[in-house]
């Protein structure tokens, strides 16, 4: 299969690569072109626009940065789609809008299939991040073989949008783990405790989570690099809160999520690293967040294998089950 990749970012460079690594023909695009000669220079083809890579591949990989930027990308290649071809978003994006751009490459006779990914970019990078499939079942077995050289564990979610409302939900979990964290650290600080001593109390405790075991590293390290920005954290929060809106949940936490990271935007910057939210408590309280031993970036130490179906409970096995 020829496949195309749109979008070659911080989290789009990574699983462009697992495709290139994996033996892919794989054919990229992007708006940087150093960031394509990057690719071409390791063996893939460099496509002039986002139609001449739908025109020339079987499969187009789209990981942009928001909804609009998406939509701009996908438009543009609709004249080339037809019963051949298959659309893969792998953005985090609005569920309405994921749905419109599906039903207009349904309208060309191609498929669609929405594909957000969880776990981090160091994960992406070794081909061990969770992917969510939002796609009728068909489609999803026809991927499937492409969905798990890009992740470790695949997730069918129902119907296109699904994958989407619960890849928001997940990020929203993810925001609420890492202010939880950062008030914990900061407050452990204020108390005298050591911040190493702290960092391995939260871990083996029933407090911790994902977020801690990896972010709470690079804040008390000082580099806070995540390749995630708060602008991006506003996004995913924001769509979470419209989801409950539109559902009429009323919720409290999620609100106060978002006012807080508008504070942090308006503090720091749009593009600053996503963890530095917690410069908001350290500026508060004179306090540094800091300590030795901890790694200035993320690296997947778990080794690349082939990825397989998640089943959810009472389902019958994956179609890939050993």
């Not at 695009?29 to 001449?52: C, I, M, Q, R, W």
């Not at 997940?170 to 600080?189: D, S």
Request: glycine share 8%; net charge negative; hydrophobic share 40%.
């Amino acid at each position: 299969m020829r496949m195309g990749f749109v979008g070659l970012g911080n989290v789009g460079s990574k699983l462009a690569g697992s495709l290139l690594r994996n033996g892919f023909d794989l054919t990229v695009y992007d708006l940087n072109p150093e960031l394509v000669a990057t690719f071409v220079a390791k063996g893939a083809k460099a496509a002039d626009s986002p139609a001449s890579l739908m025109e020339t591949c079987d499969a187009v990989i789209t990981c942009l940065p928001s909804p609009q930027a998406c939509a701009a990308v996908v438009e543009t290649m609709l004249p080339h789609i037809d019963d051949t071809k298959i659309w893969m978003e792998m953005s985090t994006t609005e569920v309405s809008e994921v749905k419109r751009l599906a039903a207009l490459v349904a309208e060309k006779g191609g498929s669609a299939i929405e594909c957000p990914v969880s776990g981090g970019c160091h994960r992406a990078d070794t081909g061990n991040i969770s992917i969510f499939a939002g796609c009728d079942r068909a489609t999803f077995e026809r991927m499937l073989p492409t969905l798990t050289t890009l992740g470790r564990r695949v997730l069918h979610t129902g119907e296109i949008g699904s994958a989407s409302t619960l890849k928001v939900m997940t990020n929203y979990l993810a925001t609420a783990n890492l202010l939880t964290c950062c008030e914990a650290l900061v407050t452990m600080k204020a108390a005298g405790i050591d911040l190493n001593t702290t960092y391995e109390a939260m871990k083996i405790s029933s407090g911790t989570s994902f977020v801690h075991e990896t972010e709470s590293q690079l804040i008390l390290n000082g580099s806070r690099d995540v390749s995630f920005t708060m602008d991006l954290v506003k996004k995913d929060i924001g769509l979470f809160q419209a989801l409950a809106e539109a559902a009429d949940v009323p919720l409290e936490i999620s609100p106060l999520l978002v006012e807080i990271f508008d504070d942090g935007i308006a503090k720091y910057g749009e593009r600053e690293l996503s963890p530095n939210i917690i410069r908001r408590l350290e500026d508060a309280t004179g306090l540094q967040i800091t300590a030795p031993g901890f790694p200035t970036e993320l690296v997947d130490d778990e080794p690349e294998d082939h990825g397989y179906e998640v089943i959810p409970t009472g389902l019958s096995k994956p179609v890939l089950a050993s």
